[in-house]
């Protein structure tokens, strides 16, 4: 097991209980979230309802009336120590188009971290990344693994709504986003890839805990694939890890 | 002709709204689902359908509605609404049979933000995801993954027999009291100090004209967390009170989104969600620790009640005048007696 410590049982109400692995964004919390949740999924406890991976816990919904907290809280202790460790067992590499179009603050960002916009290139599209959590919006997808020269503060205002598709970085992470939203992250390219479809029999690409790398394509390439994407098609490759 | 509800007009806000979209909080979906769930487990019990079926989610914007094709069987409960039929007064509380021609009209009344209409019959429209609930900030479920608007077609499949005439439905549960709202505290009230939580308790808090179906804001002190404005996002539940960098507390409601960096002082619990959703924006609300065996307690409570049969009296035509009187009703809708809720 990871030592990142004992758990910590939190009460969401009385119908959800959050599993804390750590209050910070470690990788090492993530597994032990990642393990528990395929430790719990796997045993079907009676009283679970659902299952919520973030950064670094779990979020059990349950039943009250099926199982109480103390039951879950012991049953968890259980599996927990049993869990196994997880690791990422496949790869999605997406298409991403940095050019200045799409990635309309490429240029700030590289001001900011006093390097050239083809180095913010070159570092986020070298970096492997881990799936850490879906939130805000049904598909935006939280990435761990942002090198550290590519650490930039929020925005100081909110800017208006940036495109479905677009790539974004801030709070030390990366982030693939769905739907256009008005957003505090930096802009830095776009991808034809929709994370979200209901227009697909795979509705969403990428599990939590799955590794993600970008692959740079330019504007011509960007527009062939969004016309597959928008058919339906994945365009977005994944391979499976050893 | 086929059956179907179709929309005359709608305000703001009037939504599809089924038991929620559940198992895709992983992926970021919020289920959705009814601000009052206990109004519209009621409503729908009252025609015979699952507790969770497909119902219309009505706002203080108000619904006009007429049937086509067929007689449907209807009950509508929540707030109390001003609901007529043709100029025809009814109670709040009430199943009733809507004959084609018919103009049914539901607007704000005296009290309550929400009420539900259920229909004796499945509302037949494509789910998304497995579900029929709305959540208009991701387009998801209900028509086209927006509000109601004037012209809506509801088409409306296995209808149910009409049982007579109009009906007061008798549903003491539903009169709230105005007792403090319940709360666990947790999952980050370690972020507050003891004299915060104290004052969170102490404090009337005003709801805000902000307020919707993603999250009720509350205006009051400030309690800005003593151990730092973000937390590493992690998981969000309907009657999360999350208080924001500037210190103003919020709660959490059925739309909001499933995962937040701010901290949760305490979490409503399920049985007093629905009577926070009831009270209209200026209401004045006070929040109460409870425990967890309190909780369950009140969910048990609840549970039983949905179980048992709903009462309905048939309406009679006052003679003097267009309202539908039943004599049992007034005392039924409005009385604070039976209340689930209490400790």
């Known amino acids: 097991m990871a030592s990142v410590g004992e758990p910590i049982f939190l009460d969401a109400g009385e119908a959800a209980l959050v599993v804390e692995f750590g209050r910070t964004v470690d990788p090492a919390a993530h597994n032990r979230v990642l393990s528990l949740d395929a430790a719990m999924a796997a045993c079907e406890l009676p009283g679970v309802v659902e299952l919520v991976p973030t950064i670094r816990s779990l979020m059990i919904h349950y039943d009250p009336l099926v199982i109480d907290r103390t039951a879950l809280v012991d049953a968890v202790r259980n599996i927990e120590t049993a869990a196994a460790d997880t690791r990422p067992v496949r790869r999605w590499t997406i298409p991403c188009c940095y050019d200045p179009t799409f990635g309309e603050d490429i240029t700030q960002v590289a001001d900011q971290l006093g390097m050239t916009p083809e180095r913010v290139v070159a570092l986020h599209s070298g970096a492997t990344y881990r799936a850490y959590m879906y939130g805000f919006l049904p598909g935006f997808c939280y990435l761990g693994g942002l090198p550290k020269e590519l650490t930039v503060s929020r925005r100081v205002t909110i800017r208006p709504p940036h495109p479905s598709g677009t790539i974004m970085i801030g709070a030390g992470m990366g982030l693939i986003t769905t739907f256009a939203m008005p957003t505090g992250w930096w802009l830095i390219g776009r991808t034809p890839e929709r994370m979200f479809s209901l227009a697909r029999e795979q509705t969403f690409l990428a599990a939590v805990g799955d590794e993600i790398k970008f692959e740079p394509i330019d504007l011509e390439a960007f527009h062939a694939l969004d016309r597959r994407a928008e058919r339906g098609e994945v365009v977005a490759t994944v391979t499976a890890l050893p | 002709m086929s059956a179907a509800l179709k ?16 198992g895709y909080l992983r992926y970021g979906v919020t289920a959705a689902g009814p601000m009052d769930r206990l109004a519209m487990a009621t409503a729908n019990r009252a025609v015979g359908a699952a507790p969770g079926a497909t119902a219309i989610e009505v706002s203080l914007g108000g619904i006009e509605l007429v049937a086509e094709g067929a007689t449907l069987p209807l009950a509508i409960v929540g707030g109390a609404f001003d609901v007529s039929i043709d100029g025809h007064k009814l109670p709040p509380a009430v199943r009733l049979a809507l004959t084609p021609g018919a103009r049914l009209r539901i607007r704000a009344g005296a009290d309550g933000a929400w009420c539900y209409v259920a229909v004796g019959g499945r509302i037949d429209v494509p789910p998304v995801l497995g579900s029929n609930a709305t959540h208009t900030r991701s387009s998801l479920g209900g028509i086209d993954g927006r509000a109601l608007a004037t012209g809506d077609v509801l088409p409306v499949v296995d209808i149910g027999p009409c049982e007579g005439g109009a009906a007061g439905l008798t549903a003491p549960w539903l009169a709230r009291s105005d007792d403090p709202i319940r709360m666990i505290l947790g999952p980050q009230d370690d972020y507050f100090s003891r004299e915060q939580i104290e004052r969170f308790c102490r404090e009337r808090w005003t709801i805000s004209h902000r307020s919707d179906r993603m999250a009720y804001f509350l205006e009051g002190p400030q309690i800005a967390p003593a151990n730092g404005l973000n937390i590493v996002s992690d998981g969000i539940v309907m009657g999360a009170i999350q208080v924001l960098g500037d210190g103003r507390p919020m709660v959490l409601m059925a739309d909001r989104q499933v995962t937040g960096g701010y901290p949760k002082i305490a979490t ?25 065996e309190q909780a369950v307690a009140a969910r048990r409570a609840e549970r039983a009640i949905l179980d048992a049969a709903i009462e309905a009296v048939p309406l009679v035509r006052h003679p003097s005048d267009d309202v539908l009187l039943e004599s049992n009703l007034i005392s039924g809708v409005t009385a604070g007696s039976g209340n689930v809720d209490a400790d």
């Open chain 2, 7 to 22: 929309t005359v007009s709608a305000g703001p806000g009037v939504t599809l709204q089924d038991a929620g979209r559940h």
């Open chain 2, 268 to 292: 409503v619990i399920g049985p007093d969600q629905g009577r926070l959703a009831q009270m209209r924006p200026g209401s004045s609300v006070r929040f109460a620790t409870t425990a967890i």
